[in-house]
């Protein structure tokens, strides 16, 4: 489980959980923590996990994070990953400074 959360939602024995606190402001450093957050999502998918990425609303830190692993994983610039994201849950909306830093991640990635 992947959490954007300032706090814990969930813990539970068995389950591996990675806790980024980043605030869903457009000043906040994203950027920072996508490579992690990207690796243990592989990680947990080459163990045969699956994997929950949330935040409180499901619609910016939590899909910023995974349009970054979309990226990674299927070669996709942000706007095929959000568009693709957007598809599946309508309500996805990355803040300003979260488009940013996905462009970043993007050209980190070239």
């Known amino acids: 489980m992947l959490s954007w959360c300032k706090r814990a939602c969930f813990e539970d ?3 591996h ?3 980024v606190p980043v605030r869903d402001e457009q000043g906040a450093d994203l ?3 996508l490579g992690d957050a990207v690796d243990f999502i592989d990680s ?4 045969g996990g699956v ?3 949330h ?6 830190r939590s899909a910023s994070v995974v349009a970054a ?3 990674k994983a299927n070669g996709w610039n942000p706007q095929q990953s959000l568009a693709h994201l957007k598809h599946c849950r309508p309500r996805v ?9 996905l462009e970043l991640f993007y050209e980190s990635l070239s």
């Open 31 to 33: 950027l920072t923590h």
């Open 13 to 15: 024995d068995g389950v």
């Open 51 to 53: 994997v929950l990425v």
């Open 55 to 60: 935040c409180k609303h499901g619609q910016s």
């Open 44 to 47: 947990a998918l080459a163990a």
């Open 17 to 19: 959980y990675l806790r």
């Open 69 to 71: 692993w979309l990226m």
């Open 93 to 101: 909306s990355p803040n300003c400074g979260f488009l940013r830093q």
